[in-house]
């Protein structure tokens, strides 16, 4: 398909292939590279801000721990009063203000050994507000209390899952207890629980003033997955972070909520529902709550600056490989004119003009000087060549027209005038010469030797042309000149086989058939000297044969006599002398024209006249070779005797 | 003109009120206490009332609920309740202890009750549960666990809960009972993964005792047993309205669970509904219906422990007033 651009196109596609595909290999690294490097860096800067965060909640946390851990400590080495117990406890919360409530939750009988509960609470109404009660007053049954019961079984402070306190602080908190206990002598007895509340709502606030990029977020999880902090405050409590991974199913999502749940931390990607894409998520643990914290933050923002960037060179790329089209364009033009130019003159010159003169950039060093310059040699050769051309074929046109000469000259040599003989009523003569070539070396002759002896012949020189029709010109003149000198068939052409025969230096030789015919008697005396045996009909009899016999080789080959025969032939008879061109025509199945072919031929049409009968054979020979280049020349000669009429 | 319209207006709400009177007497007022906290456990029945079921029914229910320290038993002996829902075996031991609870229809066919250990406490079998720690409810739903610890003769303690699997999961117990529709979910919710925990499921126990059903006093029925054919059939009706109309019910439901401020999970809540109505419209059971079979093998159970002393008669105790009986016995 691209043999037929121009070369101008060739060169662009392939430097603009190249080169795109090079630009995209180099953007294709360097975005995975800056991407790379940019995710590296905000990984860092994730871990920076959720490890520093997560270091804020934790000293808030510690700070919040520190209440309940001292009263539970005062607990433990005094037995303060109902008054003092209640006085320590809101003075506490009052100096503390990250901390919404403080209970002091005793185990039944252990306050009085009367009263059954002791619980009081005190908590924050409004930030400024503190107001006092007794849970025990309420059948909140706070022994059952995940608060006051986990604490209890598994005798260590801790963090409670988030909860709606009902009926005594009325907000969503956790809350850390420390279980406090008191020396009976022997062991340690537990005693009971103080409490220290938080209010989600705070930590929401805390975790939500984290910005992490236009929509990015920030989300607290419990110790066993459950939400603390959501942008979706309606998740909090409600949701853990696993039946999110559930109703997504999201099996990442899990997975990632099991490790934060182990208090590792790690760097994700995943898909966050919240904001309908792909995200990135750090995520780290409190080291004070067995808690962990997690900042997401969408993928596209992250990477907005970087595709910003990206798109900057992928237009500035697209202007530059534009003005590269642009330059290669002009580029292969500006080489490719001479060529053009070159081709334009070469079309010129291909339609005969040599003599353009105005050859482009011969002097120039490059490769389109270096084909000029070929082609102005070229140029000169050819003229020359043209013009020795013009000359040989002058030449040839002369030798041609020599030739032609030289073939009127030979046609004139045999007689060609028919009837032949016309003030003769005693026989019919006819023959015809088809050459193959311009100059043929077939002949045939009939003339009178004296008033009563016709001579006629037919005969066939070795090769064709000129040589030929020469050597078959000095047979026919010497028969012409000698006939008359002869008294038989066979010393005539002995004689001239002589004459032939000295100085052949070209070993030319010629088959030759003779006869000698009494008119009046109907004697025939005739020498056959290698030629084809010709055809006689008897009139009479109806009868066709052949004067098989051979009285010697071809003339001009070996000095030796040749003899010669006579029969006598009747009225109607006729004879039928030929060359080989007739029986050897070929077709183009490549068979022969044959002797038995022309036998039945002439068998079948033996009243013809001699005219007829000679064209005759010469169409079915053409007919037979159906067009087919005429490979030798063909000669027929008829001659019909009619007898001495009275 | 303007005196005219003001009478029509008058004649017309007058009308209205009349009306509305009407239709508010017609409705029998009842209550129903849920043996558990709003959810899905008990989603026809608010389905019922949200949805205008009982009301069709000629009914004006009033639905509470029963909590952790407040037992439907104890609401219904006190006349605070007419219908209750409860635990098969909770309902047999009240009978036979003498409380005239009889039982209107029995909705769960089987038994979704087990107990879950993680298997980091090395808790394989039923064996190893000896010594352990072991968080049961604290109100009407004991009799079960307690056959499953007597039939493996496992001395354990038992840790009074509330509800929840919190000191559970912080292993201030070794196990816990749980449901298997609503805490057991919760549990796998809280990053727990299913191979990490060995359960022990006590329909794998010879246990496979039916649970939640529909009770009212054994008086009540008597003087009202057109209220209670009702009540039952318009439930029934409820739950396949639920398990229809998941959505809307679970709509509803959520707004009762944030009233009382309980975590509200859609996910695990539609959860819960399925496995719930597929226990009640089980294949080859009538819903409602309880066989004598399943009532015979939950009383001999109660017997064996010790829990009862004598087998309630059957007929007695179940009439099913809005179905067939069922036909395996």
Known sequence: ?646 | MRMNNKIFLIISFLICVALHADDAKSLDKVTLMTHWLPQAQFAGYYAAKDFGIYKKYGLDVTIKNADPFNSASELIKQGKADFITLFLSSAIKLRANGLKLINIAQTSQGSALLFVAKKSSGIQKPEDINGRKIGLWMSDFQEIPQAFLKQYKINAKIVPIASGINLFLWNGIDLVTVMHYNEFNTIINSGIDNDELTTFYFSDHNLDIPEDGIYCMEAFYRKNPDICRRFVLASMEGWRYALEHENDVLSKLSGRMKELHLAYNKFHQQWMLKKVGTDIFRKGKSPGALSEAQYLKCSEVLLKDGIIKKVPGYTEFHINPGGEKNADK
């Open chain 1, 1 to 646: 398909m691209l043999t037929n651009k121009s070369l101008a196109f060739k060169l662009s596609l392939y430097i603009l292939t190249c080169t795109i595909l090079i630009f995209i290999v180099v953007f294709t690294h360097n975005w995975l590279v800056s991407r790379r490097l940019l995710l590296k860096s905000l990984e860092d800067n994730a871990q920076n801000l959720a490890i520093s965060t997560a270091n804020k909640l934790d000293q808030f946390f510690i700070s919040a721990s520190a209440a309940p851990s001292n009263i539970a400590l005062y607990l433990e080495i005094s037995s303060p009063t109902e008054k003092e117990i209640l006085e320590y406890q809101s003075l506490i919360l009052k100096n503390s203000p990250e901390i919404y409530g403080i209970c002091i939750a005793f185990e039944p009988y252990r306050f009085h050994k009367k009263s059954l509960l002791f619980a009081p609470y005190f908590y924050r109404k409004t930030p400024a507000e503190i107001v006092y009660m007794d849970i025990s007053n309420d059948a909140s049954h706070y022994f059952y209390a995940d608060w006051y019961q986990i604490p209890k079984e598994i005798n260590k402070p801790l963090w409670s899952e988030p909860y709606f306190d009902d009926g005594a602080g009325n907000v969503l908190m956790s809350t850390y207890s420390v279980p406090f206990y008191k020396n009976t002598g022997k062991e340690k007895k537990f005693t009971g629980i103080v409490t220290a509340d938080i209010s989600l709502s705070w930590l929401q606030k805390q975790v939500a003033s984290l910005k992490f990029f236009k929509s990015g977020y920030g989300f607290l999880i419990s110790k066993y997955g459950s939400i603390l902090t959501f942008p979706d405050p309606g998740k909090i409590m409600n949701d853990t972070i696993f039946s999110m991974a559930e109703e997504e199913k999201n099996p990442e999502l899990r997975k990632i909520g099991r490790e934060m749940t182990k208090g590792k931390s790690g760097f994700v990607p995943f898909h966050s529902t919240l904001l309908q894409r792909k995200c990135w998520m750090y995520y780290t643990p409190l080291k004070t709550t067995d808690w962990a914290l997690a900042v997401v933050f969408p993928e596209d923002e992250l990477f907005a600056e970087l595709s910003r960037l990206h798109w900057n060179i992928i237009f500035l790329s697209s202007c530059g490989i534009l003005i590269l089209f642009l330059m290669i364009i002009a580029i292969s033009h500006k080489i490719t004119s001479p060529l053009r130019k070159l081709a334009l003159l070469t079309k010129d010159i291909g339609s005969g003009h040599f003599d353009i003169q105005q050859l482009p950039e011969l002097d120039r060093n490059d490769e389109i000087g270096g084909l000029s310059r070929a082609f102005a040699s070229m140029q000169k050769s050819l003229s020359q060549y043209i013009k020795n051309l013009q000359e040989t074929t002058a030449a040839k046109e002369r030798i041609e027209s020599e030739l032609s000469i030289a073939r009127d000259i030979q046609r004139s040599i045999i007689p060609k005038l028919f009837p032949a003989f016309p003030e003769c009523a005693e026989f019919d003569v006819y023959a015809i010469l088809e050459s193959a070539k311009a100059v043929g070396g077939d002949l045939y002759d009939f003339f009178f030797i004296d008033d009563d002896h016709l001579f006629f012949s037919v005969g066939d020189v070795s090769g064709k042309g000129v040589p030929a029709s020469l050597f078959m010109a000095v047979t026919q003149t010497l028969f012409r000149a000698t006939a008359k000198k002869h008294t038989s068939a066979g010393e005539m052409v002995s004689n001239i086989n002589k004459d032939l025969c000295r100085d052949n230096e070209m070993s030319m030789f010629v088959t030759y058939f003779l006869c000698i015919l009494n008119i009046r008697t109907g004697e025939l005396e005739f020498c056959n000297a290698g030629h084809n045996p010709p055809y006689i009909i008897n009139h009479k009899s109806g009868e066709l044969k052949q004067l098989r016999k051979i009285h010697g080789l071809p003339l001009g080959t070996f000095e030796r006599p040749y003899t010669s025969e006579k029969i006598t032939i009747s009225a109607g008879d006729t004879i039928i002398l030929y060359s080989d061109g007739v029986t050897e025509a070929f077709n183009a199945a490549d068979e022969q024209f044959s002797d038995p072919r022309l036998e039945s031929l002439i068998r079948e049409n033996k009243n013809l006249s001699a005219r007829q009968l000679a064209e005759l054979i010469l169409s079915e020979v053409k007919k037979f070779a159906n067009g087919c280049e005429q490979s030798d020349d063909i000669t027929i000669e008829v001659l019909t005797y009619h007898g001495l009429k009275k």
